[in-house]
Nanobody, 116 residues
């Protein structure tokens, strides 16, 4: 059974930075496009960034230039470096396969709160 464990969230002031990590266990990792998603109460989960097995990356317009997704296949880990955080980035962040693929069961996510 695939398990996704996200970490690295927290409370940060506007303009601050956080680095999220997601460790994948129970599955081959290196062949899959991986993605970070976020969700706020009452809204659908949205894709924030994706990275292919060849390390091609794509970002939601609202985070372009501020967030960077990366991966370490040896550690079966995907990262999300978030700089220049804004209050509207406040959400629970999750990782999973790309939304065009068959998704694994979701992990618990990690809460990011941007507030002064």
């Amino acid at each position: 059974q695939v398990q996704l464990v996200e970490s690295g969230g927290g409370l940060v002031q506007p303009g601050g930075s956080l680095r999220l990590s997601c460790v994948v266990s129970g599955s081959i990792f290196s062949f899959y496009t991986m993605a970070w998603y976020r969700q706020t109460p009452g809204k659908q989960r949205e894709l924030v960034a994706r990275i292919t097995d060849g390390r091609t990356t794509n970002y939601q317009d609202s985070v372009m230039g501020r967030f960077t997704i990366s991966r370490d296949n040896a550690k079966k880990t995907v990262y999300l470096q978030m700089n220049g955080l804004k209050p509207e980035d406040t959400a629970v962040y999750y990782c999973n396969r790309d939304q065009l693929d068959v998704l694994w069961d979701w992990g618990r996510g990690t809460q990011v709160t941007v507030s002064s």
